[in-house]
Antibody, heavy 121, light 109 residues
Framework: EVQLVESGGGLVQPGGSLRLSCAASGFTFSSYEMNWVRQAPGKGLEWVSYISSSGSTIYYADSVKGRFTISRDNAKNSLYLQMNSLRAEDTAVYYC??????????????WGQGTLVTVSS | SSELTQDPAVSVALGQTVRITCQGDSLRSYYASWYQQKPGQAPVLVIYGKNNRPSGIPDRFSGSSSGNTASLTITGAQAEDEADYYCNSRDSSGNHPWVFGGGTKLTVL
């Protein structure tokens, strides 16, 4: 059974840092591209960051570029999001999501349960 | 980056058919995928590609696409289908890999 379990969320002051983790199991983690997606309270889904299966290709949303760093450790079946210079508007539930490709179509087939990040003084 | 536009809210009578739409330039190049999210839960994939359902998704859910518009249709809506629905596709602008629609809240009356 595919499982994605996020951890590392919590309350942090503006300007602070936090590192999120996503532990993967039930599939060959090193074969899959991964993403972080967030959802602010009462708002919609926002794509945050992407990393290729090898970690060689990375993208960020403009809203987090220069502040967040995505990484992965395929030996540990884990995905990470290092978040620095946090702002109130980064307050959200952060989900890790697996990318699946079928032909020319790509989509997010499995999601974790999410971890809440609250940025407040 | 490219945008995907959804109606904020849609309602349907129990047992009737409802269509939720998603518009955006990216949809001229890429298929949309659709996600159902119930309060306090993670999103769940319900439709991907031209019209494919993951295992466990009822066949009352279907997808279609024409031009810059993708649609999710629920034929015979059930009370448990009340949820937020989000579309998603690759971003044809090339700036970012993916883009989400703003979401549609479906109410089953």
């Amino acid at each position: 059974e595919v499982q994605l379990v996020e951890s590392g969320g919590g309350l942090v002051q503006p300007g602070g840092s936090l590192r999120l983790s996503c532990a993967a199991s039930g599939f060959t983690f090193s074969s899959y591209e991964m993403n972080w997606v967030r959802q602010a309270p009462g708002k919609g889904l926002e794509w945050v960051s992407y990393i290729s299966s090898s970690g060689s290709t990375i993208y960020y949303a403009d809203s987090v570029k220069g502040r967040f760093t995505i990484s992965r450790d395929n030996a540990k079946n884990s995905l990470y999001l290092q978040m620095n210079s946090l702002r109130a508007e980064d307050t959200a539930v952060y989900y890790c999501a697996r990318v699946r490709q079928v032909g020319a179509t790509t989509f997010f087939d499995y999601w974790g349960q999410g971890t809440l990040v609250t940025v407040s003084s | 980056s490219s945008e995907l536009t959804q109606d904020p809210a849609v309602s349907v009578a129990l047992g009737q058919t409802v269509r939720i739409t998603c518009q955006g330039d990216s949809l001229r190049s890429y298929y949309a995928s659709w996600y159902q999210q119930k309060p306090g839960q993670a999103p769940v994939l319900v439709i991907y590609g031209k019209n494919n359902r993951p295992s466990g998704i009822p066949d009352r859910f279907s997808g279609s696409s024409s031009g810059n518009t993708a649609s999710l249709t629920i034929t015979g809506a059930q009370a448990e289908d009340e949820a937020d629905y989000y579309c998603n596709s690759r971003d044809s602008s090339g700036n970012h890999p993916w883009v989400f629609g703003g979401g549609t809240k479906l109410t089953v009356l």
